[in-house]
Nanobody, 123 residues
């Protein structure tokens, strides 16, 4: 099990950039596939991006491809989500999640979740 704490959310304008961080506890962070998900009010949690244990593979939702970049620093036990050209539809609570099985876009494949950080994009 790994404990996850997200940070970096906030209120930004359309077109702005923001970087989210997710700090993980424990010494086995490098064993985990990491994902970012988001949930807007009244909507289901949706996949945003995922990264393999050693950053060799990444996956993105079509809605963020070309605008968001997921990365990780295993020495710092941290995964990042760099978001650029933000749009109002990116407004949501963003969660990071961990799993040891595979690079997945499915929320139920992830066992450990952070508490979330709010991102609001104002027009």
């Amino acid at each position: 099990q790994v404990q996850l704490v997200e940070s970096g959310g906030g209120l930004v304008q359309v077109g702005d950039s923001l970087r989210l961080s997710c700090a993980a506890s424990g010494r086995t962070f490098s064993m985990y596939y990491m994902g970012w998900f988001r949930q807007a009010p009244g909507k289901e949690r949706e996949f945003v991006a995922a990264i393999s244990q050693r950053s060799g593979s990444t996956r993105y939702a079509d809605s963020v491809k070309g605008r968001f970049t997921i990365s990780r620093d295993n020495a710092k036990n941290t995964v990042y989500l760099q978001m650029s050209n933000l749009k109002p539809e990116d407004t949501a609570v963003y969660y990071c999640a961990a799993n040891q099985g595979l690079l997945s876009i499915v929320p139920t494949r992830y066992n450990d979740w952070g508490q979330g950080t709010q991102v609001t994009v104002s027009s």
